[in-house]
């Protein structure tokens, strides 16, 4: 099987600290600039799951420098470069600690809930008769907390963000505007590639100067869903499940398997034979979204790779 990128242990010039989360390594440099790396690594329900995907984090790194630089022009962002496929490199921000929810169509967890009876996700009220992936009377923002390492995301309403004072009113005013702005940009890019954008997440943080940006990941099959365009209605008529290109089939699979990352539960096999699999579906969803060929990148020294390719740009940068 190819080789995949599932943990690193650098040590670059200027190098303070290391930051390990769920999929991403992030390299702080002189407390300047973030090397964030994207490995191999497949999370759902908040939980890492044994075995990398091939090419997966070269995927969702190429696929979020793509759409970084689409809405550039609607929202600032962190990114500075990318020197190797698997890595961004952008300017430290101090991140919010709310992650921007946004949907157009009752699908995933909000579909979950919306079952179960609850008609309000994060303070937002969703009209009765709704079906499972119906689109939405307009897109809802629902925000989730951003849990430290090892917790779990949790649903919170705008009202309980101002009142906790996680954000201020006039910051989160600008947090919606531009969760807004970036989906509605997602959904013209995504249906000009016969997908629709069901739903997704942003993170901002501030740079040193107080201006807000974009940073982490956008619009990549880890932090949104997709489903294809064509014969979405007629699925919907006939109370069929949707054609998607997301991590959510990878989801399904856990629940169809028993595991929903609760207390007790085990992870099932993943074969060899499903994890190629999966990184086919990512594959398809990276040409679709991008428009592009998938060019494979060198893996047989991955490490090696991204190593060279980060301290050739640090030595440029300085």
């Not at 909000?110 to 079906?131: F, I, N």
């Not at 939405?136 to 090892?150: C, F, H, N, R, V």
């Not at 989160?172 to 959904?187: H, V």
Request: hydrophobic fraction near 35%.
């Amino acid at each position: 099987m190819t080789t995949t990128l599932t943990t690193t242990h650098f040590h670059f010039p200027g190098q303070v600290s290391v930051y390990r989360g769920k999929v991403r390594e992030v390299y702080n440099i002189n407390n300047e600039l973030l090397v964030m790396i994207a490995t191999d690594r497949l999370s759902a329900f908040d939980v890492v799951l044994p075995k990398g995907i091939p090419y997966k984090g070269q995927m969702l790194n190429q696929i979020a420098t793509h759409f970084m630089k689409a809405t550039e022009d609607i929202v600032p962002n962190w990114l500075i470069a990318s020197p190797d496929p698997n890595v961004a490199v952008g300017y430290l921000c101090e991140p919010f600690k709310v992650e921007m929810v946004i949907r157009g169509y009752l699908s995933g967890h909000a579909a979950r809930e919306y079952a179960a009876g609850k008609h309000s996700v994060c303070g937002v009220s969703l009209p009765d008769g709704l079906q499972e992936n119906d689109r939405l009377p307009e897109p809802i923002i629902t925000p989730t907390t951003k849990a430290d390492q090892g917790e779990h995301d949790m649903d919170i309403s705008r009202a309980d963000i101002l009142k906790r004072g996680i954000v201020s009113e006039t910051d989160y005013l600008m947090l919606e505007k531009y969760t807004r702005a970036l989906y509605q940009r997602g959904t013209e890019m995504a249906a000009q590639k016969g997908l629709i954008l069901v739903d997704t997440k942003y993170e901002f943080g501030k740079k040193a100067n107080g201006e807000i940006v974009l940073i982490d990941e956008i619009h990549t099959p880890d932090s949104s869903r997709y489903f294809y365009l064509d014969g979405y209605q007629e699925r919907q008529q006939n109370g069929e499940p949707q054609k998607q290109l997301s991590k959510e089939f990878v989801r399904q699979w856990l629940i169809e398997n028993g595991f929903q990352g609760k207390e007790g539960q085990r992870i099932p096999e993943m074969t060899d034979d499903y994890v190629a699999s999966v990184s086919e579906r990512y594959m398809e969803l990276y040409e679709h979204i991008t428009g592009e060929p998938f060019q494979k990148a060198d893996v047989s020294d991955i490490n090696h790779r991204i190593e060279q390719n980060v301290l050739s740009f640090l030595s440029d940068y300085n």
